[in-house]
């Protein structure tokens, strides 16, 4: 993967601000630690940083295009996995292609088809193109938003980049944060609500959307969405076709000039994907693959079963890799070591995010570049298949908000009194809840159950997905790595989001029907086991730890937090007895240690990026 920026300004000559461009683009060389360059030309500055995955030797962007006279360039991020069969198509058509790389295949397509190329890709995607002909910004993102795109557009200027941190670079963007912005962060967040930038003058294209920016402005518009449509195939034939599509869409995703590997949690979604890529090497002469796990050093001393999390990983990882004989490295972390890198999973995301989930991932991800470039990982199919507990528990069903925005108002109770009234957070979670039910596509005469379900459903694919796709991409970008995630393949997605909800649970189990399509791939101790999530330090230590940080920046006057916190209420916090695992506020696995460090993170964001708030 790459990490992509610029900025068009229309009636300037951008030649002076190379040094500029250069700043941006090398902000983001984590993203591409193989490569960078540069392009300049009239009202365009591109900048490009690679990771080399496909062509290493070819394939260097900015990339230009020359054809009938007109010239076309590109800055790009991302992966076209059907991109031979494209190949294919456009040399019928008369392209010659140079390399063998998809950046020359995508550029390609938008020549051919100009911008409905985007309805033709599989891939995950954040493309910017100039169209010297038609004198335009053409940029897309992939329909589940894997890939980033982060913009700001201010009268004749647009600025864009694949991270916050390249368009802060520009003198035309402030790090400036409204009540919007701190309501996203002290109500949404982790989450954000799709196109938000948090930062009062970027937004983020969202995924499945593409723009046109001209001399007459900038227009963004949907070029896909999900759709409902009745579902007319059987259990057997549904669970044979999602079979197909899974098996289809990693085996794409398993191509890679350079060494691949494989995460492996014991739970279902990556031993399956782990196994068929097993089966694939196999198949293909490619040998052995390297697979990956994450605990923590004593976390057996210390684990809990609860009904998010009902058993440790250790053993099930164990079972796989005696099932798959794969080259496997059990990674192990202490506390320090996820403490110490809090801040560094904030500069990664530039914005607070999820504290140790994160930091845990970014140190994962540094540890499997060691030894892969590449790796495949299960995400999304919690949301896909309706894997996570608020799909099956009454409570939160019918919660009337988001159900992984545990305890809205403890947390709103955590502002001083001028920032809750300035943001309205509980205000501002009920727009955007009552927003994305609006948005859901229901099918005509759909009611009760169904439709519950259905907007449950779109809930998550379209506002919780997201907010495990940022954290995946900026981890693993942080250091250079690129992590695919085959469950997002978006025929998949919408193939099973029609799927009826009886039908998911086929067997009277969470995720039934994805388990029966995998019924001879996996053992079936792995096949049955209960959904587990991704694994948190379970030791006291981090509590102590994280705790005794947010006090001292309680504690020091200069901590920019102060102004926007309910100091006293937040200490009586600290020292309650709710202060531990019994204080749920995001999802499965934020609860009291990750408040305290995510409010700690919030105050290191703030100090080092400068935010003004107004």
Not at 476 to 489: A, N, T
């Amino acid at each position: 993967m790459c990490g992509i920026t610029g900025f068009i300004q229309w009636n300037h000559d951008l030649t002076q601000d190379s040094e500029l461009l250069v700043r941006m683009t090398e902000s983001m060389s984590n993203r591409g630690p193989d490569a960078g360059g540069t392009w300049i030309s009239g009202p365009c500055a591109f900048g490009h940083r690679r990771l080399s995955v496909m062509d290493p030797e070819n394939g260097a962007q900015p990339m230009i295009m020359n054809h009938s006279d007109k010239q076309y360039t590109l800055v790009y991020n991302g992966e076209l996995y059907n991109a031979p069969e494209l190949k294919k198509e456009l040399e019928q058509r008369g392209h010659r292609f140079k390399t063998t790389c998809d950046t020359e295949v995508l550029l390609a397509s938008y020549v051919e088809w100009g911008p409905g190329c985007v309805d033709r890709f599989n891939g995950i995607f954040a493309f910017v193109i100039w169209d010297s002909g038609r004198e335009h910004i053409f940029m897309a993102r992939d329909r589940l938003g894997v890939k980033p795109l982060f913009y700001s557009h201010q009268g004749d200027t647009l600025v864009f980049g694949s991270e916050p941190k390249a368009l802060l670079l520009h003198p035309a963007v402030e790090a400036v944060v409204g009540p919007e912005g701190l309501a996203e962060i002290f109500i949404i967040g982790p989450a954000r609500t799709p196109g938000h930038g948090v930062y009062s003058s970027m937004k983020e294209l969202r995924a499945g959307h593409a723009a046109l920016f001209t001399r007459n402005g900038l227009r963004t518009y949907a070029y896909w969405k999900l759709e409902s449509k009745t579902h007319e195939d059987d259990v057997e034939a549904t669970a044979a076709e999602v079979r197909r599509l899974l098996i289809d869409t990693l085996e794409r995703q398993l191509a890679s000039d350079v060494p691949l590997g494989s995460l492996l949690s014991g739970g279902l979604d990556s031993s399956a994907l782990s196994a068929l890529a097993v089966h694939y090497y196999k198949r293909t002469g490619q040998g052995n693959i390297d697979t990956f796990s994450v605990d923590y050093v004593d976390n057996d001393k210390h684990f809990k079963a609860h009904a998010f999390q009902p058993n440790s990983d250790a053993p099930y990882i164990q079972r796989m890799v005696d099932e798959l004989k794969t080259n496997h490295h059990f990674i192990k972390f202490d506390t320090d070591e996820v403490v110490e890198a809090l801040n560094a999973a904030t500069l990664s995301r530039d914005l607070p995010g999820m504290t140790d989930i994160d930091s845990s991932l970014y140190l994962f991800c540094r540890e499997i570049k060691k030894k892969a470039t590449v790796a495949i990982s299960g995400e999304a199919a919690d949301e896909v298949f309706g894997g996570y507990p608020w799909f099956h528990r009454e409570d939160m069903l019918n919660s009337g908000t988001f159900p992984w925005a545990v305890a809205p108002k403890m947390r709103a109770s955590l502002l001083s009194a001028d920032i809750a009234e300035w943001t309205r957070p509980l205000e501002y979670l009920n727009d955007r809840y009552s927003d994305a039910v609006a948005e859901t596509p229901l099918l005509a005469g759909e009611t009760g159950k169904a439709a519950q379900m259905r907007v449950m459903s779109y809930l998550n694919i379209t506002r919780f997905m997201p907010t495990l796709l940022d954290r995946k991409d900026r981890m693993s970008m942080g250091v250079g790595l690129e992590v695919r995630v085959p469950y997002c393949d978006h025929r998949l997605v919408e193939y099973v989001f029609n799927v009826p909800w009886e039908m998911k649970m086929t067997g009277d189990r969470e995720k039934g029907i994805l388990r029966k399509a995998l019924e001879g791939i996996l053992p079936d101790d792995v096949l049955y086991r209960k959904k587990s999530p991704y694994p948190k330090t379970h030791n006291p230590n981090y509590l102590a730890t994280v705790r005794q940080q947010m006090l001292d920046v309680l504690d020091d006057p200069n901590s920019p937090v102060l102004p926007l916190l309910d100091v006293k209420k937040i200490k009586e916090l600290a020292s309650s007895k709710d202060a531990s695992s019994n204080l749920p506020w995001f999802g499965q696995l934020m609860s009291g240690p990750q408040l305290f460090a995510y409010l700690t993170q919030v105050n290191f964001w703030l100090k080092t990026y400068k935010v003004a708030i107004r």
